[in-house]
């Protein structure tokens, strides 16, 4: 076998060179493909079950707040008012928590830069001016 390559032309390890390469990246492509489609399955169904299990936290949310006015009418407040204070306090606690999340995606730096960088090394490295 050593011989045949040796009686191929320059040109001809160069086709073929290229010929392999782009075959190489094709296959990189299609396992990259294949492992992305599997992981986002898993991913889809784990975010199923999340969703299920956040659903069930807000139903129970909405219960143990029902059990509060509950426990306000208990108590001699009137019915109206009892539900108004619970839903007033939940609203504000809501309020803050949105105004939270809300002012750290306002602060938050979500520019690739690691990747930037590589990318410009890259280019660098490519054309000849790098390292």
Excluded at 56 to 83: D, N, R, S
Aim: glycine share 8%.
């Amino acid at each position: 076998m050593a011989n045949a390559a040796d009686n191929r032309s320059l040109r001809e390890l160069f086709t073929e060179l290229s010929h392999e390469t782009g075959t190489l990246v094709r296959q990189e492509l299609e396992l990259a493909t294949t492992e992305l489609t599997a992981r986002a399955r898993v991913a889809g169904r784990q975010v199923a079950i999340a969703a299920a299990g956040g659903a069930l936290i807000h139903a129970g949310l909405l219960v143990l707040l029902a059990a509060v006015a509950a426990l306000l009418i208990q108590f001699g407040m009137q019915p109206w008012l009892a539900t108004l204070i619970v839903a007033i306090a939940t609203m504000a606690v809501g309020y803050m928590l949105m105004n939270k999340g809300m002012a750290g995606l306002r602060r938050a730096d979500l520019t690739p830069r690691q990747t930037m960088e590589s990318l410009k090394e890259n280019a660098k490295w490519t054309t000849g001016r790098g390292a």
